[in-house]
Nanobody, 121 residues
Framework: QLQASGGGLVQAGGSLRLSCAAA????????MGWFRQAPGKEREFVSA???????LYAISVKGRFTISRDNAKNTVYLQMNSLKPEDTAGYYC?????????????????WGQGTLVTVSS
């Protein structure tokens, strides 16, 4: 089970850190990803971290967001800086059993509930 948290309301230019805690699974054994979905839009890839520690970012967030993993806490984080109104969405964490860094939602096997991020202008 994956539990995402840390969303909220923030002004443009602000920061938030999302957390994804795993129960019953060891996050270091999976590729862990973050996706987001805005109202009326499709779910889109944000970032992922492989079991080996490699990371990947969507172009829209590269340089502003950082994904990391704390194996001792069995938690994955998404540090979001310089937030923009267009970052407003529900953010979802997911775990993929296959190797690599899948960027499509279909590549992930397990999903947490979303946490809402709202960025005001």
């Amino acid at each position: 089970q994956l539990q995402a948290s840390g969303g909220g309301l923030v002004q443009a230019g602000g920061s938030l850190r999302l957390s994804c805690a795993a129960a019953g699974r060891t996050v270091s054994n999976y590729c862990m990803g973050w996706f987001r979905q805005a109202p009326g839009k499709e779910r889109e890839f944000v970032s992922a971290i492989s079991s080996g520690g490699s990371t990947l970012y969507a172009i829209s967030v590269k340089g502003r967001f950082t994904i990391s993993r704390d194996n001792a806490k069995n938690t994955v984080y998404l540090q979001m800086n310089s937030l923009k109104p267009e970052d407003t969405a529900g953010y979802y964490c997911a775990a993929a059993e296959l190797s690599g860094l899948p960027v499509h939602a279909s590549g992930y096997n397990y999903w947490g509930q979303g946490t809402l991020v709202t960025v005001s202008s």
